[in-house]
């Protein structure tokens, strides 16, 4: 079975996959989740759309599309993304796939230090004025920091607890 991709209007994911669910069309949202700083220490999870814009979705009622247009949250016009000589399509394969990251994004632990950074972040020790930026953060214990030191590169190992992002400056 293929998937349509529809079009949404910006930021109205949430909205058209609901409307469309209650049309009968039978629609995927992946999620994502995203941290937010809310002041201070004070973070939490928001679950976001993984593919902002697109949805992919099966005509299940089998009306040609007839309903799409006129749905909350989807484009009037042009509201599916075309393809070559006809409309975009998703294998079921593909969506599979799209699964499949969803769950191992899902699967991240918020007590997981390595959600705090990533890779090419300019970081500096918590305790003191070295800086460099992170190379690796496969290991959950420590992030593998490459700094400069006697005016070489030099990779390190350092907890995260020990590490603080820079602030971009400019």
């Known amino acids: 079975m293929n998937w349509h991709i529809a079009l949404t209007e910006p930021g109205k994911d949430r909205i058209a996959a609901e409307a469309l669910r ?3 069309y039978l629609v995927y949202r992946p999620l994502a989740p995203c941290r937010l700083s809310c002041g201070g220490n004070h973070q939490h999870i928001r679950w976001v ?19 799409l247009r006129n749905t909350s949250g989807i484009r009037t016009h042009k509201c599916l993304l075309p393809g070559c000589g006809g409309y975009a399509t998703l294998s079921d394969t593909a969506i599979a796939r799209i699964r499949h990251v969803e769950q191992e994004l899902a699967s991240v632990s918020l007590d997981d230090p390595r ?5 090419g972040q300019s970081v500096r020790i918590a305790d003191g004025l070295i800086k460099g930026i992170i190379e690796n953060l496969d290991d959950r214990e420590k992030a593998v920091v490459k700094i400069m030191l006697l005016s070489r590169p030099m990779l390190v190992k350092i907890r995260y607890d020990e590490l603080k992002a820079v602030e971009a400056t400019g």
């Open 115 to 119: 959600v705090d950074f990533s890779m």
């Open 49 to 67: 759309s993984m593919m902002p814009g697109y949805l992919p979705v099966i005509d299940a009622i089998g009306d040609q599309w007839r309903q």
């Open 22 to 24: 209650n049309r009968g």
